[in-house]
């Protein structure tokens, strides 16, 4: 299975080499809190991308984040050299890798980190001391026990900790407080009732349901709920969210592009329910609490579906799916297949499901 087991009494200083992309991140936050519960004297600092750093602050399990920016001030030879004598000063006693990448493993042998674990995928098993076998994705499940799987594998972990059923994020009053004042600014403010959009899906545009269908929805919970629509998404996504805003016959703000990922986090934990493909935004949405209707149709939701009890997948398995490519070569059946009647009917049974159960007492 491995090389041996980690023997680590109780180390200083941990590194976690977090994974790039916002879903992913998410995912992997039970395997980070596992590691303080296991080691609750240590140091955990998670090195992460600009794109995901945002995400670890504030988080319990953690004490500090490092951003490694390749791209900006670490680019080149001479800004990596930068970065691994920032990691060298640190004096970390291990180092946990739960990307997946050569480049990962190649940091921390570089920075001199002494035990180095990760699973020993492209050809980076030399560079770790203790290299776990990948396993196959059946044995897995959901892609968040993949990343606490490696930890109990290598031996950190006694015992293989249950299914992760839900994963929170923390968002401070401080955020909560610009949420509120931003959407004031807007003319949002007071009671409201927001519906959030995210018509994006970074990996490609075969996770994604039809712009139109997108706004057809918008326009119905306008109808159904008396609500605002919020249209999300990245700066890359700004055209694709104005088009859905154009197609909408009521008039949605689109916040795609204007807001960081903690902002973003803020205000979507002001919606009472968002509708999302597979997606950053859609594991954003379940972490912080809010009713999320996810639609699937070229991935696998019992595999990268939301962590959450307030979660719902609409999908429609069609032979071809789940087939993970970036564009459908064919028809594009399995989100053509998914329609709007569907998406409105289950979307108004879980806030009506959500907004049942916050009336019982506790």
């Not at 023997?7 to 080499?17: A, D, N, T």
């Not at 739960?98 to 002494?114: D, E, K, S, T, V």
């Not at 307030?310 to 071809?320: I, N, T």
Request: positive net charge; charged residues 20%; aromatic residues 8%.
């Amino acid at each position: 299975m491995i090389a041996r087991a980690v023997r680590l009494q109780q180390p200083s200083k941990i590194m976690v080499r977090a994974t790039n992309w916002v879903g992913d991140a998410i995912m992997s936050l039970p395997a980070i809190e596992a590691l303080r519960v296991r080691f609750p004297d240590t140091e955990i600092v998670v090195v992460a991308k600009p794109s995901v750093a945002e995400l670890y602050l504030n988080h319990p399990a953690l004490l500090r984040v490092i951003t490694y920016d390749p791209d900006g001030e670490h680019a080149g030879r001479s800004g990596f050299s930068k970065f691994l004598e920032i990691l060298r000063a640190e004096r970390f006693d291990a180092a946990v890798l739960l990307q997946h990448a050569f480049h990962a493993a190649w940091i921390a042998w570089r920075a001199g980190i002494p035990v180095r674990v990760g699973y020993g995928t492209q050809g980076r098993g030399p560079l770790l001391t203790h290299p776990v076998v990948l396993p196959s994705r059946g044995q897995f499940g959901h892609e968040s026990s993949e990343y606490v799987e490696l930890l109990f594998r290598a031996g950190l972990l006694d015992e293989r900790p249950a299914a992760v059923r839900r994963v929170q994020v923390v968002v401070t009053r401080k955020e909560r407080r610009w949420a509120a004042e931003a959407l004031k600014a807007l003319g949002l403010e007071g009671p409201r009732y927001f519906v959030g959009l995210n018509p994006g899906a970074s990996y490609g545009p075969a996770k994604r349901w039809p712009v139109d269908r997108f706004a057809e929805v918008g326009d119905r919970l306008v109808g159904a709920l008396g609500a605002d629509v919020l249209v999300f998404g990245s700066k890359a996504e700004r055209p694709l969210a104005e088009s859905v805003a154009r197609a909408m016959r009521h008039t949605p703000i689109v916040l795609a592009g204007t807001t960081t990922l903690r902002q973003w986090m803020a205000l979507t934990e002001r919606c009472r329910l968002v509708v999302a493909n597979d997606s950053g935004p859609m594991h954003v949405a379940a972490a912080v609490g809010v009713p999320v209707l996810a639609i699937f149709g070229s991935t696998d939701d019992q595999r990268t579906g939301p962590l959450s009890p307030w979660a719902r997948v609409v999908r429609h398995p069609v032979p071809c799916s789940p087939c993970g490519l970036r564009e459908c070569p064919i028809d594009f059946r399995c989100m053509q297949s998914v329609t709007v009647d569907e998406v409105h009917r289950v979307a108004l049974e879980l806030v009506a499901d959500y907004e049942s159960a916050a009336e019982r007492p506790a």
